[in-house]
């Protein structure tokens, strides 16, 4: 059964789910947009267990299209999920790297137990996926997915996004 989904403005920091999707950089150590966002909220504890990643499992850094999970530190979630969406390029097809983003996410979360996911719009900032593809992609992939999440939230940051995601999934 596909999740509830709800598409509303906001910030993804300040939400209350079991788990809330970081669109990282593959470094996991924070940057821009909604990464640096969810570092600097939810505080240390997120980056210290990141840096324990890279020393372990991901010393190359996350692949894009996959997910790891970390402590939410000070953030009202249980968990960050941290993905790494693809860079948009007109001359090759990554379409399926965002939805393997999305859908390794709702992987990672069915392996902790969260029954509620916040996700942004993945790749939709400054790596430059055009909003009314990424929205295409991001409600079909959550709506397609083999998942126990109960709910899902697209938390976005901008009355475009707002709209390009409440266009797809017809709330």
């Given at each position: 059964?596909?999740?509830?989904i709800?598409?509303e403005?906001?910030?993804i920091?300040?939400?209350?789910?079991d788990?809330v999707v970081?669109?990282?950089n593959?470094?996991l150590?924070g940057?821009g947009?909604v990464?640096?966002?969810?570092h600097?909220r939810?505080g240390p504890?997120?980056l210290r267990?990141?840096r324990?990643l890279?020393?372990?499992?991901?010393?190359?850094?996350?692949p894009?299209?996959?997910?790891?999970?970390?402590t939410?530190?000070d953030?009202?979630?249980r968990w960050?999920?941290?993905?790494?969406?693809p860079v948009h390029a007109?001359?090759?097809?990554?379409?399926h790297l965002?939805?393997?983003?999305?859908r390794e996410?709702?992987r990672?979360?069915?392996e902790?137990?969260?029954?509620s996911?916040?996700f942004p719009?993945?790749?939709?900032?400054?790596?430059?996926?055009?909003?009314?593809?990424?929205?295409?992609?991001a409600?079909?992939?959550?709506?397609d997915?083999?998942?126990?999440v109960e709910?899902v939230r697209?938390v976005?940051?901008?009355?475009?996004a707002?709209?390009?995601?409440r266009?797809?999934?017809?709330t």
């Open positions: 059964m596909s999740p509830r709800e598409v403005r906001g910030d920091t300040e939400v209350e789910v788990a970081n669109a990282a593959s470094s150590l940057g947009g990464d640096g966002a969810i600097r939810g504890a997120i267990e990141c324990e890279r020393a372990g499992r991901y010393p190359d850094g996350l894009t299209g996959q997910a790891v999970a970390t939410a530190g953030l009202p979630a960050v999920i941290h993905t790494v969406g007109k001359r090759e097809d990554r379409s965002l939805a393997s983003a999305y996410s709702l990672v979360a069915d902790l137990g969260a029954r996911v916040a719009a993945i790749s939709a900032g400054i790596y430059g996926w055009p909003l009314p593809d990424a929205a295409r992609i409600v079909e992939t959550v709506r997915a083999d998942t126990a709910h697209f976005l940051f901008n009355d475009e707002l709209e390009a995601f266009g797809v999934a017809g």
